[in-house]
C-alpha cells in the first residue's frame, strides 16, 4: 500500500506536469462542451468502478464524506488563506498533490503536522484544534483528492459527446506504442459495452479475448541465475520464498527467491502514468475514439 501511494503521489505530479505543458501547445481540435448526457447505469456497477479504481492507484479508504463536509468549513476559514478554500494552492502549497496529505489515511500524519507546524517556512501551529477537526480537515482534503484525480466516479458520458477525430489524436502521440487500431485494439468496441471499454481504458486488469471473454493480464518476469544466465516469462505464482514461471515454449520453472535475482515487469505501468494525465475531454475523446473500432 505505501510503495503504491508513493508511486501514485509521483505520477500524479508527472501527470499534472505533463497537462501543463500540453495546455500551452495550440488547440485545433474542437472539443465539445455539450452538457454530458449520461446513459443509466446501475449504482452497484458505479460502485464496483471506483472501487476498481480506488484498488489501481493504491489509494486509501474511501473518505467520509460528512466528515468531509463538515472539514471544508474549517478548512476554508482556517486555513484556506494560505492554501485557498478548495486546497488547490495559493500562499501556501497546493496540498492535493502534497505527498503527506496522499500517505495519510484518516488523520494520523495531518494531525500532527498541523498542531505543530513548520513556523520557519510559514507553514503555522495550529495547537487548539481538537482531534475531530482535524480528522475532518484530512476527511475534506482526501476528497479533494478524489475529485481531482480519480474520475471513477464519473458517469458513463453518451459517447457521442466525445469528439472522436481528437480521441485518435491522443491515440497516436500516447496509445500507439503499445496498441494498435487494426492490430490488439481491432473491433474491441464491439466486443465490450462502452462503460465496459472506458474501464477497460481507464484501469486495464483485464484484457479481453477473441471471443470477448476476460482473462487477466500476465504479469512478465526475468529471473537472473547465479551464472548470468537469464530465463523469462510470465510470471505463475510467487510469495515469500519460492517463484515460478511459464516461458514462452511452455516450459514451467521454479526457484527459491533467496538464489536468484528478479525483475518482475508491471505491465500497466504506462496505463497507471496515463491515467493521472488525462483531462474530462481527453476521457471523452479516447473512448468517442474507441467505439469507432467496431
Ligand atoms: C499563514 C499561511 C498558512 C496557513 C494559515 C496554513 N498553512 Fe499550511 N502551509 C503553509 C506553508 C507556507 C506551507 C509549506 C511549508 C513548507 O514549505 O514546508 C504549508 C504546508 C502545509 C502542509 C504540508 C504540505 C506538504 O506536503 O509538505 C499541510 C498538510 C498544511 N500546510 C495544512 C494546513 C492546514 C490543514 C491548515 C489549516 C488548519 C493550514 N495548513 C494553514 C502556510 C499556511
Ligand atoms: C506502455 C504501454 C501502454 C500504453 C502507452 C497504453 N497501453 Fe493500453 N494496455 C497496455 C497493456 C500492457 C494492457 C494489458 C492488456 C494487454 O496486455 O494487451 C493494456 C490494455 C488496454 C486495453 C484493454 C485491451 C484489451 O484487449 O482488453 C485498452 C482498451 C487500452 N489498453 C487502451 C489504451 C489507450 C486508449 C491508451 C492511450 C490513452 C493506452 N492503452 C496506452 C499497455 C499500454
Redesign the pocket.
Known sequence: MRSSRYLFAAVLCAGITLAGQQNQQPVNTKVSETPAKTTPEPPAAAQARIARGREFLGLGPPPDQAAAARGQK??AA??G???ASDASGA???N?IR????LHDEKGEL?GP??RT??PD????A?PN?TDAQ?YD?AEF?HQRVEDATNRFGYKIQNVVTGNAAAGKTYFARHCSECHSPAGDLAHIASKVEPADLQALFLYPSQTIGANGEKTTTPTQVVVTLPSGETVSGTLKRIDDFNLSLIDSSGAYHSWARSEVKIDIKDPLAGHRELLAGYSDADMHNILAYLETLK
Not at 98 to 101: F, G, I, K, T, Y
Not at 121 to 124: E, S, V, Y
Open positions: 474549517t478548512f482556517t486555513c488563506f494560505c492554501h500562499e501556501g502549497p496540498l502534497s505527498a503527506l496529505v495531518i503536522f498541523v507546524g513548520r517556512r510559514g507553514m503555522p495550529f484544534l482535524l480537515i482534503l
